[in-house]
């Protein structure tokens, strides 16, 4: 009958003892099973078959004709159960419908099986990634750490050396200066102008030596920012150095206090006041403002002079180390100036910048976190 209905790979046997052997061996998908056997009935077949199918699903469709065993068979695992005497078209279906839903639990368990090894190779992955991540988390903290040692060695070196190198530079000033001292008078015009070239050239590598150590101490030992005036610390700046008494300055007196180290913005606001009594055409006094406006949550100091300014093509350079616009012999200076201004600012977290033109004055700015108001 199954053979007529197209079904092929079709086997059979009468000893209920072979039935276990026989799927162990062909797996089949449907095994219709009688439940009253000599020697073994039905349901102990079924017990041993469960042995060899470990995930509980029994491709069992009894045949039986008590109907006291179909609901044992069906506890005892088997699918389904067809009732003698048969009606074909009923066998028929019901092996039809069992034989599909056998395909769709192997499709099943394949899937669930192939999501499985690919769950667990992604695991794996995952696994190795993170082994990886704390690997990398580790090497680049002992690079950094070893980076800060040596740049605080490198740090230390370079400030021994140039404050080393500031004793025999002055030895040299002074011998220079005791030699015009006490033989000037005897010197001819040729010798005398060497002695005061080694004197200025002395005294000029002394100042870049000045300035370098500064820029290598700025905002060095500052580790807590804190609340500072601007218009007090501006202050402080302008009765404190010598060179702004013959400069007009004008400050806002009630510009708002920000976060800053306050070694490091004396320094920055000092720089930028000197170059803007110094870049300005003989003759003419420096005249400068100094005032503040807020911006989201910072303030922006603003130091405007009446200077000789800046062409728009040197704005970004003249914050670069050794960098200069204007030459030595006209005006003075190292060219550390406003790197020192542009270190100590990026250090408390702030931004500056210039605008300027040829001949047209210049207006530096400095923006810092605005600090709360006691
Ligand atoms: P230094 O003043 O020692 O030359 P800085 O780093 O302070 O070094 O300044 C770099 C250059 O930027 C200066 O040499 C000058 O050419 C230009 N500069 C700085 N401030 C001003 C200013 N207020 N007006 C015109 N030029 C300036």
């Not at 439940?35 to 079924?46: N, S």
């Not at 599909?100 to 368990?109: A, C, I, P, Y």
């Not at 021994?160 to 004793?167: E, G």
């Not at 009765?239 to 070694?263: C, F, H, Q, T, W």
Request: one cysteine or more; glycine letters at 6%; a negative charge.
């Amino acid at each position: 009958m199954l053979r007529r209905n197209g079904y092929a790979s079709i086997a059979s046997t009468m000893d209920p003892h072979e039935v276990c052997e026989l799927h162990l061996k062909n797996r089949y998908d449907l095994i219709l099973l009688d439940l009253v056997m000599p020697g073994m009935d039905g349901f102990q077949v079924m017990e041993s078959l469960k042995e060899i199918e470990k995930d509980g699903y029994l491709p069992v469709l009894v045949i039986t004709s008590q109907s006291e065993h179909k609901a044992r068979a069906l506890k005892a695992g088997a699918k389904d159960f067809v009732s003698k005497p048969f009606d074909l078209v009923e066998v028929l279906a019901r092996v039809f419908n069992m034989l599909e839903v056998r395909l769709l639990h192997l499709k099943t368990r394949r899937l669930y099986d192939e999501g499985m090894v690919e769950q667990r190779a992604l695991l794996t992955a995952k696994a190795e990634i993170s082994r990886h991540a704390i690997h990398l988390e580790q090497v680049v903290l002992e690079r950094t750490a070893q980076l800060r040692e040596k740049i605080g060695e490198l740090e230390v070196f370079s400030y021994s050396i140039s404050h080393d190198m500031r004793q025999p530079l002055r030895a040299m000033q002074g011998y220079a200066q005791a030699l015009l001292d006490d033989y000037g008078e005897s010197f001819e015009p040729e010798p005398k102008l060497f002695l005061q070239q080694i004197k200025s050239a002395a005294l000029r590598l002394d100042h870049l030596i000045q300035d370098v150590l500064t820029y290598s101490n700025a905002t060095h030992g500052e580790s807590e920012v804190s609340s500072i005036g601007l218009s007090e610390i501006v202050r402080e700046v302008v009765e404190n150095y010598p060179n702004l008494r013959n400069a007009k300055i004008e400050i806002d007196p009630s510009m708002a206090p920000v976060l800053g180290y306050e070694v490091a913005l004396t320094q920055s606001i000092s720089n930028l006041l000197a170059n803007a009594v110094k870049f300005v055409p003989s003759g003419i006094t420096p005249e400068i403002k100094i005032w503040s406006e807020p911006r989201d949550d910072c303030i922006r100091l603003w130091i405007q002079d009446n200077g000789i300014g800046i062409a728009p093509q040197d704005h970004k350079r003249i914050f670069e180390m050794f960098s200069r616009v204007h030459s030595n012999e006209v005006y003075e200076g190292t060219g550390i100036g406003l790197s020192i201004v542009a270190k100590s600012v990026g250090k408390m977290g702030g931004h500056l910048g210039v605008e300027s033109e040829l001949g047209k004055g210049s207006r530096f700015w400095i923006e810092l976190q605005k600090a709360e108001l006691p």
